[in-house]
T-cell receptor, first 113, second 113 residues
Framework: ETAVFQTPNYHVTQVGNEVSFNCKQTLGHDTMYWYKQDSKKLLKIMFSYNNKQLIVNETVPRRFSPQSSDKAHLNLRIKSVEPEDSAVYLC????????????FGPGTRLTVL | QQKVQQSPESLSVPEGGMASLNCTSSDRNFQYFWWYRQHSGEGPKALMSIFSDGDKKEGRFTAHLNKASLHVSLHIRDSQPSDSALYFCAASEHNNYAQGLTFGLGTRVSVFP
């Protein structure tokens, strides 16, 4: 099956802890993304990673960092979570180019207590 | 202010009826538009893309783009219960796909029997 896979589905943690989410795509795409979807369902781009080039949305706090081992994997680490980090984190991938559709994974729901 | 604005916020449509969704961009750098659909508990999935002025039809879905006014619409003909979902308009800039998509806040569509 070719798709975008994310683990875990859910994660509950306490303020100040470190968390890490995994994303793998089997679509053979060159570009991967992380989006945050807040409680109002607003989707905002956090990072994109293409050919070892990382593009960071300037509004993303420094406690967030993406980690890539190869073009099929792009993980997300949050160093010291805060309550406002509670959200659904969505990973996506696409081919290169203006017309490329982005394919999304099912998301990881993070709850920070 | 949101760069991509959607209306209405929510929409109830009888089964078999027509649903009409609107999207307007305030950023003239956006040249590529997508409609994504998200069912509860899932990641968004692309429905249609539209990059040129005029209409584009795919099955029961028709998108319309007016680049001069930066207005995009989506019409769903013969609405089915499975069309009940959150619909997002998304946009990207020319040669800047790696910056990710900019999403609107979504229109929640409910199809009732």
């Amino acid at each position: 099956e070719t798709a975008v896979f994310q683990t875990p589905n859910y994660h509950v943690t306490q303020v100040g802890n470190e968390v890490s989410f995994n994303c793998k795509q089997t679509l053979g795409h060159d570009t991967m993304y992380w989006y945050k979807q807040d409680s109002k369902k607003l989707l905002k781009i956090m990072f994109s990673y293409n050919n070892k080039q990382l593009i960071v949305n300037e509004t993303v706090p420094r406690r967030f960092s993406p980690q890539s081992s190869d073009k099929a994997h792009l993980n997300l680490r949050i160093k010291s979570v805060e309550p406002e980090d509670s959200a659904v984190y969505l990973c996506a991938s696409s081919e290169q180019g203006n017309y490329a559709e982005q394919f999304f994974g099912p998301g990881t729901r993070l709850t920070v207590l | 202010q949101q760069k991509v604005q959607q209306s209405p916020e929510s929409l109830s449509v009888p089964e078999g009826g027509m649903a009409s969704l609107n999207c307007t961009s305030s950023d003239r750098n956006f040249q590529y538009f997508w409609w994504y659909r998200q069912h509860s508990g899932e990641g968004p999935k692309a429905l249609m893309s539209i990059f040129s002025d005029g209409d584009k039809k795919e099955g029961r879905f028709t998108a319309h783009l007016n680049k001069a006014s930066l207005h995009v619409s989506l019409h769903i003909r013969d609405s089915q219960p499975s069309d009940s979902a959150l619909y997002f308009c998304a946009a990207s800039e020319h040669n800047n796909y790696a910056q990710g998509l900019t999403f609107g806040l979504g229109t929640r569509v409910s199809v009732f029997p």
